[in-house]
């Protein structure tokens, strides 16, 4: 059974189709990516699939579960997390905090145990924080836990909005242009990063990416999309050599 199948999906803006008949399946533990030219339609279809647009048509199953038209916080709890092109941090909020508002969904404690402190409350809160801790281990930010997310440099600010995604332990990470403003060296490091995101917590990752390098160099499959519709599918290097492709990109 697919991680992500997606049927036929389609959605209008006053009388434009933005998506028209998308369709992908993306298998289990896969680094799948979604590319095309500017306005696509690649962040619509990720609007799409974590409930910030309910699609007029098609069928979203997630590991085997229909989420088609569910709120976002409930595609959360299901299992999609995701990035943003532009970084989403709680800027005013410490890095521990940041990736301790992830946790919310798996450790929670009721309001007047909270207000009052009550045994419950100190137990939650040691156990956030060191699962907090141990996700930003992961991603070499446990030194800078204290600091206030805005401080971070711009790389690790990344990393930090992938660590508050995954703390919602989720089974599908979705990345919209994670490598969006990176230095060469940055980008690299990002790509390992991925690759160890994929393989220590098993999981299945489809992320929006113009880098060619970066998508080349991680992605196992790859969609197209040009003006809302599918223009190709397959292997990443058989996408990349198509005509089609190329066309689509020199036209962008």
Do not use: W
Not at 44 to 65: A, Q, R
Not at 119 to 126: F, G, I, L, M, S
Not at 137 to 142: E, G, N, S
């Amino acid at each position: 059974m697919a991680m992500l199948e997606v049927t036929n999906i389609g959605i209008s803006f006053g009388g434009l189709k933005a998506v028209d008949d998308f369709s992908v399946s993306i298998e289990k533990g896969q680094l799948y990516g979604l590319i095309g030219p500017n306005g696509a339609g690649k962040t619509t279809v990720f609007n799409l699939l974590t409930g910030v647009y309910k699609p007029d048509t098609g069928t979203i199953l997630l590991d085997g579960s229909n989420i088609t038209g569910k709120r976002t916080i409930e595609i959360n709890q299901e299992g999609i997390a995701r990035t943003f092109q532009n970084i989403r941090l709680f800027k005013d909020l410490s890095v521990l905090d940041n990736v301790k508002a992830g946790l919310h969904n798996h450790y929670k404690y009721s309001t007047m145990e909270g207000i009052l402190r009550l045994p419950r409350y100190h137990k939650v809160e040691k156990a956030m924080n060191e699962r907090a801790m141990e996700l930003l281990k992961v991603f070499d930010l446990d030194q800078e836990a204290d600091y206030k997310a805005s401080n971070l440099p711009y790389g690790k600010q990344r990393k930090l909005e992938i660590a508050r995604a995954l703390a919602t332990e989720p089974k599908l990470l979705l990345l919209d242009e994670p490598a969006a403003g990176m230095n060469p060296n940055e980008t690299a490091e990002l790509m390992e990063t991925i690759r160890f995101v994929r393989d220590k917590f098993e999981m299945t990752i489809l992320l929006i990416e113009h880098d060619m390098k970066l998508v080349s160099g991680i992605c196992e499959k790859l969609t197209v999309l040009n003006f809302g519709q599918v223009l190709t599918q397959g292997d990443t290097s058989t996408v990349l050599n198509d005509k089609r492709v190329i066309t689509a990109y020199l036209g962008e």
